[in-house]
């Protein structure tokens, strides 16, 4: 199982920009697909973006797209997360996620199936304030 550990989160204004890092360890295949999900309080868990490491293609939330930005180390040992122009309702505790898939269509797929995945970090809190 591969082993996540989540940093970066904090507190920041609207508008403002915070990233966030994903080291994994062990498997290369079982890391293929990684990202983030969040989750507010009283809320599911979300797919937030994710990038599969055979072409490097990443999926993002429709939310999301065009103020986050997903990338990987050459090793695909860790993944981060740039999040600009942040919104208040983008507070959540943000989750690194890793599976092993045969292609990008099901690292794509698992975007909005959290439950396809069996390696998670522990989380990091993202709150953002108007």
């Known amino acids: 199982q591969v082993q996540l550990v989540e940093s970066g989160g904090g507190s920041e204004q609207a508008g403002g920009s915070l990233r966030l890092s994903c080291a994994a360890s062990?498997?290369?295949?079982?890391?293929?697909?990684m990202g983030w999900f969040r989750q507010a309080p009283g809320k599911e868990r979300e797919g937030v973006v994710l990038?599969?490491?055979?072409?490097?293609?990443?999926y993002y939330a429709d939310s999301v797209q065009g103020r986050f930005t997903i990338s990987q180390d050459n090793d695909n040992e860790r993944v981060y997360l740039q999040m600009n122009r942040l919104k208040p309702e983008n507070t959540a505790k943000y989750y690194c996620?890793?599976?092993?898939?045969?292609?990008?269509?099901?690292?794509?797929?698992?975007?909005?199936?959290?439950?396809?995945?069996?390696?998670w970090g522990k989380g990091t809190q993202v709150t953002v304030s108007s």
């Open positions: 996620a890793a599976e092993g898939v045969r292609s990008g269509y099901y690292c794509y797929r698992l975007l909005s199936d959290p439950a396809g995945f069996r390696s």
């Open positions: 062990l498997n290369t295949y079982a890391r293929n697909c």
């Open positions: 990038i599969y490491a055979g072409d490097v293609s990443a």
